[in-house]
């Protein structure tokens, strides 16, 4: 058990940053790459052909003008 106690690392933070900042933005992070994620997992569910790829690319343009 003592030589678990030995490779043990501390977390070494900078002084002057709360650690709430650092926690805050490492969870923005997280959330941002799981959606990313989520969103190409649910685009590759299904194969869709190139040229049906460009007629919704075309639909969805017309859409938001």
């Keep these: 058990m003592e030589e678990?106690?030995?490779f043990k690392k501390?977390?070494?933070l900078p002084e002057n940053?709360?650690?709430?900042?650092?926690?805050?933005?490492?969870?923005?992070?997280?959330k941002r790459e799981s959606e990313e994620i989520?969103?190409?997992v649910k685009e590759r569910r299904y194969y869709v052909k190139p040229s049906?790829?460009?007629?919704?690319?075309?639909?969805?343009?017309?859409?938001?003008?």
């Design 17 to 30: 940053v709360p650690i709430d900042s650092i926690f805050e933005s490492m969870l923005k992070k997280f």
């Design 4 to 6: 678990n106690k030995e």
């Design 10 to 12: 501390s977390i070494q």
């Design 52 to 65: 049906m790829k460009k007629r919704l690319a075309q639909k969805e343009s017309r859409r938001k003008k």
């Design 38 to 40: 989520i969103r190409e």
